[in-house]
């Protein structure tokens, strides 16, 4: 078993950056982000694998950025340019099999 724990959403602004942090109990990998809107199906955001290769979502390709610290278990996701749209809960998952409980963001006009 694998325990997640997210920190890092909030509210900001258009154009404004927040930065989500994951913690995994034990070293695991891939590593990455999902993001669920209201009556919408849940979408990659970004994964990282164990050799440091990244995968994003179509629609935050140039504007966010994933990273890991492998000594603390635990994966970044920077997010710059944000728009209203990228308002969704944000899933960290471990192995695409462990899920964290979810981190708001919000982002406003």
């Known amino acids: 078993q694998v325990q997640l724990v997210e ?30 809107a209201p009556g919408k199906q849940r979408e ?27 000594a603390k278990n635990s994966v970044y996701l920077q997010m710059n340019s944000l728009k209203p749209e990228d308002t969704a809960v944000y899933y960290c998952h471990a192995s695409f099999t462990y899920w964290g409980q979810g981190t708001q963001v919000t982002v406003s006009s």
Request: hydrophobic share 30%; with cysteine.
């Open 44 to 70: 990659l955001v970004a994964s990282i694998s164990s050799g440091g290769s990244t995968e994003y979502g179509d629609s935050v390709k140039g504007r966010f950025t994933i990273s890991r610290d492998n």
């Open 7 to 36: 920190s890092g959403g909030g509210l900001v602004q258009a154009g404004g950056s927040l930065r989500l942090s994951c913690a995994a109990s034990r070293s695991i990998f891939p590593m990455g982000w999902y993001r669920q």
